[in-house]
């Protein structure tokens, strides 16, 4: 665990290197968060993350949005995708589980352009294939909103293993 005095001494190499993948393979989020050091504390952080999230021009948020897995894949995936998706069971999905997430997959990123994200940490699969089912019907611009509020969600589970600190977070 490292703590906010820490990562308020790294130098940017250090710093990108450490919070680079909190979101997935999209490391200029800590690269730009970096210039706003010293933060008062972890929520400071977070929230300076989310708004450089948000600021960023449509193609940036696609890219980010691009960046992630599906959920209930097969192929290879970051090892903290891959966690996150153990924890909530989707390593064990039986063929026909696999099959109708697959489907579900599908028919969403055909959708949006984008794959399904949820933060699944404490969710079941059966919860996160409801949520499937639910916002494959969303406005394209409501879901763009709604899935990159579920990247700073991980974002902030990412960030809560690794940083000594508490969150208070909105």
């Known amino acids: 665990m490292i703590s906010m005095k ?3 001494k790294m130098q940017a190499k250090e710093y990108i290197k450490t919070f680079g993948s909190i979101f997935e393979n999209s490391p200029w989020i800590a690269e730009k968060a970096w210039g706003y050091r010293p933060f008062a504390n972890l929520s400071e952080m977070y929230n ?3 708004t450089i999230v948000f600021d960023a021009r449509l193609s940036s948020k696609l ?3 691009k960046a992630h897995p599906d959920l209930g894949t097969r192929l290879e995936i970051s090892s903290t995708s891959q966690q996150e ?3 909530a069971g989707l390593n064990q999905l039986s063929e026909d589980e696999y ?3 697959s489907k579900l997959n599908k028919q969403y990123t055909e959708k949006f352009g984008f794959p399904f994200i949820l933060a699944v940490r404490g969710k079941t699969k059966e ?3 409801e949520n499937m ?6 406005r394209y611009e409501q879901e763009i909103e709604t899935a990159l509020n579920e990247v700073c ?4 589970f990412r960030l809560l293993d690794i940083v000594s600190d508490r969150i208070e977070v909105k």
Do not use: P
């Open 48 to 50: 300076i993350m989310v």
């Open 133 to 138: 089912k639910k916002r494959v019907h969303y």
């Open 63 to 65: 890219a980010l949005l």
């Open 153 to 156: 969600k991980i974002a902030k």
């Open 99 to 101: 099959t109708e997430f």
């Open 127 to 129: 919860v996160i294939k």
């Open 6 to 8: 820490t990562i308020n």
């Open 85 to 87: 998706q153990l924890q």
